[in-house]
């Protein structure tokens, strides 16, 4: 039999071959794997192929052979993750503010490359990246490279953090001033990345949302704050008030003070429209599930926050204002 052009990636086009067509519910025929190899210009006999199938065990690729009437099915048994493995790192990716729309897709096809084509569309039937609420920092696989290199060389960071302005831009905090921290961990909290380190000129413990860290460099200096951290609970420190509940949604219209603009885009992205309504102030309209969590959200902010309508929302806040104060006064009971 006359060789193909590309007999040297023989064993590689196989292997290609078994992972993208076959899994635990789609086989392939004997007939149909010369098929698909001479579509790369390489040519095989039955014995060769057999042989080629074993050698696949030592690059980690276990085919197996079933016999079903009078042919031999195969496929390929044992892959690294299985399908609802990757689903969950695929729900992941997704709820993660801190990684971009764009790394999100980027990441999400190169985790379909570790299952067959067909429970490849299973993952992309997963997929719902456009749309949500994600960070613009692309920089920010570096940024946490950098980090964890820092903390493992026990070494200082020296980086420029940024805040949103009421015109929806990034604006460089303390005046452009580098921020020199000891790094000591990183907290995924409420779908953010966060560095949690020590400040030894305020000498206290601080964080800093890692998609809003610009221009990191490893410092000369040793990480100081250790002292502090032995005492630290990660779990308390990173504990967050507006949880996941339920409720009614509905667009509720906020009064906002111009220098929350960064909390509002944090909480409902860039796309939200910002209105005007005096020099300190701009009007929103949100798409929220009003819940007695979203008012607390409301309440942390003081008087910054406004609920404007409507009616029924601004009653309930109201009604809310009210039963605290009637809790506070002990006239629900002893407190």
Same mark, same amino acid.
């Given at each position: 039999m006359p060789k193909g052009t590309n007999q040297k990636f023989k064993l590689y086009r196989l292997a290609q071959i078994m992972l993208e067509e076959t899994d635990d519910d789609h086989y392939i025929t004997m007939p149909e794997i010369r098929s698909a190899l001479e579509k790369y210009e390489i040519t095989a006999d039955r014995k060769? =192929?057999?042989?080629? #199938?074993?050698?696949? %065990? !030592? #690059?980690? !690729? %276990?085919?197996?052979?079933?016999?079903?009437?009078?042919?031999?099915?195969?496929h390929v048994v044992d892959r690294p993750f299985e399908l609802p493995e990757l689903k969950l790192l695929v729900d992941a990716i997704q709820s993660s503010r801190f990684i971009t729309e764009r790394k999100s897709n980027t990441l999400i096809r190169k985790l379909e490359k570790l299952v067959s084509r067909y429970e490849a569309m299973k993952l992309q039937r997963q997929v719902y990246v456009s749309g949500r609420i994600k960070t613009m920092n692309e920089s920010i696989y570096y940024t946490v490279d950098a980090i964890h290199n820092a903390i493992s060389e026990n070494r200082k960071i020296r980086f420029q953090y940024f805040q949103w302005n009421v015109k929806k831009e990034p604006e460089l905090r303390h005046n452009g001033a580098y921020y020199h921290i000891s790094p000591w961990g990183l907290s995924w909290d409420d779908a953010?990345?966060? #560095?949690?380190?020590?400040?030894?000129?305020? %000498?206290? =413990?601080?964080h800093y949302r890692v998609d809003k860290m610009l221009h990191i460099r490893m410092s000369d200096e040793k990480r100081e704050g250790k002292e502090h951290f032995k005492k630290l609970d990660m779990a308390e420190y990173t504990r967050k008030? /507006?949880?996941? /509940?339920?409720?009614?949604?509905?667009?509720v219209k906020l009064l906002v003070e111009n220098r929350l603009a960064g909390i509002i885009i944090d909480r409902f992205g860039k796309d939200v429209m910002f209105l005007p309504a005096d020099e300190e102030r /701009?009007? !929103?309209?949100?798409? !929220?599930?009003?819940?007695g969590q979203f008012f607390a959200w409301i309440f942390s902010l003081g008087d910054g926050v406004k609920i404007l309508g409507p009616d029924e929302v601004v009653e309930q806040v109201k009604e809310e204002i009210r039963r605290l104060g009637r809790l506070y006064q002990g006239e629900d009971g002893p407190l």
């Open positions: 060769s =192929i057999y042989n080629d #199938l074993r050698d696949l %065990e !030592v #690059l980690g !690729v %276990e085919v197996e052979g079933e016999p079903v009437g009078n042919r031999y099915h195969y953010n990345y966060y #560095l949690v380190g020590y400040d030894s000129d305020a %000498e206290k =413990i601080k008030s /507006f949880g996941m /509940f339920g409720g009614v949604e509905q667009r /701009f009007t !929103v309209n949100v798409d !929220v599930r009003v819940s």
